[in-house]
């Protein structure tokens, strides 16, 4: 007789408001394997997932757990049945040492104190199991590597006997070799038995790593499939109902003087002897890997760390940018990577995030905020991008990656920069929030606007730029023209071929 499910989920639903998060969702997981759950921003995954973890339950649906029907009324609740949930970014405290972050609030005690030498001892059977050396139970967690403390995220989950393992994208912060790592775990997890949850928005990265996948759209369970009877293509299909058009953005290289340069830019450890132009009407990518300097390189531009060397040029003016008022100011606009820390204001409204930084353009006397004013400009830009939302009263803590992106984009938008820079641009969103925030880049674009994409993105920096430059070792050392090769643009960022100059 077959063992029975790990977990199945079945019929759940949850509505918060107006608002139905979960229609009817379905989902098998069984003991050993890995579950990839993928769909939009919007289609259900995180409250399911939150449903599962205790942070919300569910209005209706039936919850079993090794073929026990359950009911996980809290978070505590979970962590009793063996439900441990690790999200993207780790939740640790830097400052204490592995053993201790792992056994924070469950700390092992021997006569009412806390027993350090079990804590150790068990951290170093965790450490073993996720490959990290024994030695790390008594380091830092602040000394380690974003990878290493995802791992330890996944050590601090198992330490409560975990047995289903909830992984909230947990690839979207790594590197490639660190995305080896963590495959590795996962696979020792899943072959000791743990089930595994796997979301992530890194479609190719499923077919490395899960055994099935389940697609979610607008609050339902569209199905489940092995994972060798689909491909990239058709998992995208499924999430947002429909064929993907094919094609890339039309290439085209206007005429006319630059309206952003670069020229010999550097900055002292960082980068240097950057040289990119881009023309107004023109979309040019900077790809680089991690540690290519590429990333500092956008913070520069826009003044947030101002170039040591060389010169900036905006519609032929050298210009010396020496903090984002200051590059706004020059007709400069960002998009900043990090839009949780550095884009946006989580728990204000809509109307808030867009007017924040423009509040001279949308002030009376440029004393006090002209309200009808703030929320006209917000309504306005909302119909302009597709912003889905009820109203421009709606916190953007509320809102899906791909509406949130667009919200932090529109900021930019209300003073009409003549030069956008944007980073990581899609970091974070799904396929359809993806291709609007394409077409978004392609319509300002055509407009007259110099983009500037910056992107780790390679496949996205390929099919939205007129030229990409590719950075390597802190310097611009390659570009390309419409119809390069990923397989030459790679090779080009990683040194291992000869470019010419």
């Known amino acids: 007789m077959a063992a029975a499910p790990r977990l199945e989920v079945t019929g759940v639903a949850k509505r918060f408001g107006a608002v139905r998060a979960l229609r009817n969702a379905d989902l098998v997981v069984h003991a050993g394997s890995v579950h990839a759950l993928v769909g939009e921003n919007g289609a259900g995954k995180s409250t399911l997932i939150k449903i599962l973890s205790g942070a919300e339950t569910a209005d209706a649906g039936t919850t079993a757990f090794d073929g026990r029907e359950v009911s996980i009324g809290s978070t505590t609740a979970a962590m009793a049945l063996g439900v441990a949930t690790v999200y993207q970014e780790p939740q640790l405290f830097a400052d204490l040492t592995v053993a201790e972050n792992v056994f924070t609030g469950r700390e092992l005690t021997r006569a009412g104190r806390v027993d350090w030498t079990a804590q150790n001892a068990r951290v170093t059977e965790l450490l073993d199991l996720i490959g990290l050396p024994a030695r790390y139970a008594t380091v830092a967690v602040g000394t380690l590597s974003i990878a290493e403390q995802q791992q330890v995220s996944i050590a601090k989950a198992l330490a409560g006997d975990a047995r289903l393992l909830i992984l909230d994208e947990p690839s979207a912060i790594l590197t490639d070799t660190e995305i080896d790592v963590l495959f590795g775990v996962v696979r020792r997890l899943a072959a000791s038995g743990v089930a595994v949850v796997y979301i992530s928005h890194r479609l190719d990265e499923l077919f490395t790593i899960a055994d099935v996948v389940t697609v979610m759209r607008d609050g339902e369970t569209i199905g489940t499939w092995p994972i060798g009877e689909l491909s990239v293509r058709r998992i995208a299909e499924l999430m947002v109902g429909g064929v993907l058009e094919d094609g890339p953005r039309e290439h085209r290289v206007p005429e006319g003087t630059p309206r952003l340069e670069l020229r010999g830019l550097g900055l002292a450890g960082r980068f240097h002897d950057v040289d990119v132009s881009v023309r107004g009407g023109e979309v040019v990518g900077l790809y680089g890997l991690v540690g290519s300097g590429v990333a500092e390189i956008a913070a520069s531009v826009y003044g947030i760390t101002p170039a040591t060397s060389g010169t900036l040029h905006v519609d032929g003016a050298e210009v010396r940018p020496r903090s984002p008022r200051h590059a706004k100011a020059l007709g400069i606009g960002l998009l900043p990577s990090d839009r949780k820390q550095q884009g946006m204001f989580s728990f204000q409204t809509i109307s808030f995030n867009i007017s924040a930084g423009n509040l001279r353009l949308l002030s009376r006397a440029r004393v006090l905020v002209d309200r009808r004013r703030e929320r006209e400009v917000a309504r306005r830009m909302i119909d ?38 944007l980073a990581e641009p899609t970091q974070g969103v799904d396929v359809g929030a993806k291709e609007e925030i394409h077409r978004i880049i392609a319509e300002l674009a055509d407009a007259g606007t110099a983009v500037l994409v910056v992107t780790s993105d390679l496949p996205e920096a390929i099919r939205i730029s007129d030229r990409l430059h590719v950075v390597r070792d802190g310097t611009t050392t390659a570009e390309f023209g419409p119809g390069a090769s990923q397989v030459d643009v790679l090779a080009a960022a990683a040194g291992a071929v000869e470019v010419a100059p």
Do not use: I, W
């Open 384 to 421: 302009r991008l597709s912003v889905k939302t009820p109203n421009e009263r709606q916190p953007v803590s509320a809102m899906s990656g791909g509406n949130a992106q667009k919200v932090v984009l529109a900021r930019q938008l209300v003073d009409r920069p003549g030069v956008l820079v």
